[in-house]
């Protein structure tokens, strides 16, 4: 650890201002152990007495307050460019993090210099069931957050090489997101919201790049915090509370993140059980979500006001 006590870590936080989720974090990230992180704001709210409030309130923050909403994938893409670490910690703003997370998870990083992604061990509020101990590419080629909704029992305790990590809370080296950026983009900003996380972790496979876990490194995440209604955090089969616009979004994001990073090997291999899925996919649409569909062919540009 003590060639990195020295190192920079950014983290970068996007926010669209709901709730108090953006308090709570900041005030998590203000008590970190590790020394002087640069953190950046990215505000997607539109709002300018929210933007005034975190200056008032954490003059550590370095603030860009965007003049449109730029959602997920392009916020971090402007996050990375303001930053300045060599290590770029992700978050979401409904992310509470333990004090000692980046201390910890710094130590995932020293195991090999190919390790590029680091994930610690991601609680729900009640800090009793796991939200997510590392990203695994399914048989479905969807992306499958290890313990996902599971008691938390001790049963991750053992640190290890992991696919990728969640969107949530991603740590990443400068190096690997410099080394598979594409164009001058780090995530894709096709992806501006919805596996953009499977999409960078598939590149950075690709590019003999590792991610690893470490489960002293803890945090806690309200799982869809920002965009879910109050009935539906902690509930499984998150896409029944996604608007019809988000689960659009969601829908395409999966078949161009296949699209992208598939082999035909790969796909041949997974054809049927990629198809099975879709099977099911499209029937719940069918029969519960028409409009999604609609939205879906017809193409048009995807706004969420709300968000």
Known sequence: MERDSNKLVSIIIVTSGVKDYLQRCLDSVKRQ???DPE????????DPDLSAGIRASFPF???????RNLYYGPSLNKGIQLSRGEFILCLNDDVFL???FISEALKGFLVKESIGMVSGKILRPDGKTLDSTGLFLTIWRTARERGYGRPDRGQFE???FIFGVSGSTAFYR???LEEIGEASHYFDPAFRMFYEDLDISWRANKGAWQAYYIPDAKAIHVR???WRPDSGLGKPFCRRYL?????SELIKNRYLTIMKNESFPGLCAHLLPIMLYDICAWAYLLLFRRKVINIFLSRREISYPNL
């Open 174 to 176: 400068r190096k690997m």
């Open 243 to 247: 608007n019809d616009r988000l689960h």
């Open 39 to 46: 953190v950046i704001v990215i505000d997607n709210s539109l």
């Open 61 to 67: 923050v370095k603030l860009y307050s965007s003049p």
């Open 98 to 100: 333990d004090k000692e």
């Open 158 to 160: 053992r640190a290890g």
């Open 33 to 35: 152990s590790y020394p």
């Open 224 to 226: 869809g915090g920002s």
